[in-house]
């Protein structure tokens, strides 16, 4: 917004009369540059807040299920002969195996997640700014003197309209994620749902 300070007022009553968005000597596009702005604290809360705790609880979860499981295995082999540890061990390698691609898990949708912020929320944000800018046009505030600063404070109201409208699309964005993120674990751990009483059934 500070650089449309020194913008032509034409060129801000023309993107005034267009619902915030005019292309010409100067390019104004509102909607799409609010809502880039929301792309990296959106990104920053669920790469550092939302995904680095889920996967450090998978990680405390699955070195958990590991230790549980070396222990039967080293029961098993106390046992000598009377039990065959060759299984339990089996089924341990594949926990170790699951557990170094939960250490990726949500990938894929950090990689989407700035284009899905930017798309959601450039609608949600759209709405507001366009009712906001035909009512002032309506009441004749584009014109007359005075209408570069008019123009200016209303451009700063759009901003605050921005943020409120933006809130829920940016938390249904987040949610959305954790259950991808959430699927994607539970799918990778449903042949370990229960590695003690496989571990047990190993052994009968």
């Not at 259950?179 to 590695?195: F, G, Q, T």
């Amino acid at each position: 917004l500070r650089k449309l300070r020194d913008a032509n007022w034409r060129t801000l009553q023309a993107a005034v009369k267009r619902d915030g968005t005019f292309y010409g000597a100067r390019h104004i596009n509102l909607p799409t540059d609010f809502a880039m702005s929301f792309e990296d604290p959106v990104a920053e809360a669920w790469g550092k807040s939302i995904l680095s705790e889920l996967r450090k609880r998978t990680r405390e979860f699955s070195a958990d299920c590991l230790g549980f499981v070396d222990r039967v295995v080293e029961w098993a082999k106390e046992q000598g002969g009377r039990v065959q540890p060759r299984l339990i061990e089996a089924q341990r390698d594949a926990i170790a195996a699951d557990t170094k691609h939960l250490a990726s898990v949500g990938k894929s949708v950090v990689d989407d997640l700035r284009e899905t912020v930017r798309a959601e929320l450039c609608k949600a944000i759209e709405g507001p700014i366009r009712r906001k800018c035909q009512a002032f046009v309506r009441r004749n505030e584009h014109v007359g003197t005075g209408v570069r600063n008019r123009i200016l404070d209303l451009f700063d109201d759009l901003a605050d309209e921005a943020i409120e409208a933006a809130k829920t699309p940016a938390q249904n964005v987040l949610l959305s994620n954790y259950r991808l993120v959430e699927s994607e674990i539970l799918e990778a751990w449903k042949n370990h749902n229960d590695p003690l009483l496989a571990a047990a059934e190993a052994i009968v």
